[in-house]
């Protein structure tokens, strides 16, 4: 781990309808009664909606050893981010395995 942090932001994100509202604060992208919940196949992972608009918000892992402690956001959602000079990278998440996922969370923090 790095002894500098990378400067962080906070950024806002609502679904379509303004009904599920949230904040998220991680590194600077330039350098919950109104969800509903849903998961499928192996239930590893809960996907969540807004219950009035259908925005998908956010998914979290439920799965032990699978992502433990983590959730991912729908950066679509989010005010003030231009998607197109953002880099992605893309996986296959049908084929992903628990050790992929282990494997995943140590580059992860090996990187923070």
Not at 4 to 10: E, H, I, L, S, V
Not at 43 to 55: D, E, K, L, N, R
Not at 58 to 84: H, K, W, Y
């Amino acid at each position: 781990m790095s002894d500098t942090q990378a400067p962080t932001q906070t950024y806002k994100a609502s679904c379509h309808c303004g009904a599920f509202a949230y904040k998220v604060t991680t590194a600077s992208l330039d350098d919950a009664s109104t969800e509903v919940s849903y998961t499928f196949a192996s239930h590893m992972v809960a996907h969540y909606f807004c219950s009035t608009c259908g925005s998908s918000c956010m998914a979290r892992s439920v799965s032990p050893g699978f992502f433990d402690g983590m959730s991912i956001v729908n950066i679509r959602l989010f005010e003030g981010v231009e998607l197109e000079k953002l880099r992605f990278k893309e996986m296959d998440g049908r084929s992903y395995s628990t050790e992929d996922a282990k494997a995943r969370v140590a580059e992860i923090q090996k990187a923070s």
